[in-house]
């Protein structure tokens, strides 16, 4: 066996393992969480969120998350900016890509102190391989897969599911949650005019 082939089969066992543990987190953590039933509807059926709902007009929740080399990104990282966070069910499917392509075309237009991310429950190396592919390259994407801080955090975590339900969320530079909105079917895109107003609008305050 060459040592290419024993270090390919070492990765290949060792994303295996990461995905088996952070599934079982996963369904520890659904035991753990507040659930309520939401006004978003998979199809027909309404779904049920896992975790706290944030408040609009409170301080919002601390996170961690990591990025394509599994560095903890958290929210304090972009302490003094204003954060755009754009969260899908998982970014390479129809919908969320288009989100989240169209997010990525807009940094261009913003301010420097400005941050938009993409967050989902997908591994990051499979956020890293679908941003390569997609040329996605200016907003940053983060994933929520090892600890699902971010989804129990603001009450988006969709229960049996492991995903995170399709949502805008804007906090401003001095940390406060002050937009919140939840698409009310996970196979629609958001408002984005809705909520690239309500950004124009927080920067020219800030």
């Known amino acids: 066996m060459s040592a290419l082939s024993f270090t390919s089969r070492k990765l290949v066992i060792a994303g295996c393992l990461l995905s088996l543990s952070t599934l079982a987190g996963a369904v520890d953590l659904q035991e753990r969480l507040p659930e309520r039933l939401s006004k978003v509807k998979a199809g ?14 409170k301080k919002a929740p601390a996170f961690k998350v990591v990025d394509a ?22 970014v ?25 991310l993409t967050i989902s429950t997908d591994l990051p190396f499979a956020q890293k391989r679908y941003c390569q592919q997609e040329q996605i390259d200016k907003l940053v994407v983060l994933s929520d897969a090892v600890w699902r801080d971010f989804g129990s955090n603001y009450g988006l975590l969709i229960k049996d599911m492991g995903l995170l339900t399709r949502t805008v969320l804007i906090i401003d530079n001095e940390g406060k949650l002050v937009y919140q909105q939840m698409v009310d079917e996970l196979a629609k895109e958001p408002d984005y005019d809705a909520a690239l107003n309500a950004l124009q609008q927080i920067i020219s305050k800030s």
């Open 44 to 57: 027909e059926q309404q779904i049920v969120l896992l975790g706290k709902k944030a408040e609009v007009g």
């Open 69 to 90: 080399g599994f560095k903890q990104t958290e929210l304090k990282d972009f302490k003094g900016k204003t954060v755009l966070i754009s969260v899908v069910p998982s």
């Open 92 to 116: 390479d499917t129809g919908i969320c890509s288009l989100q989240t392509k169209r997010f990525n075309t807009e940094v261009a237009k913003l301010p420097e102190d400005v941050v938009l």
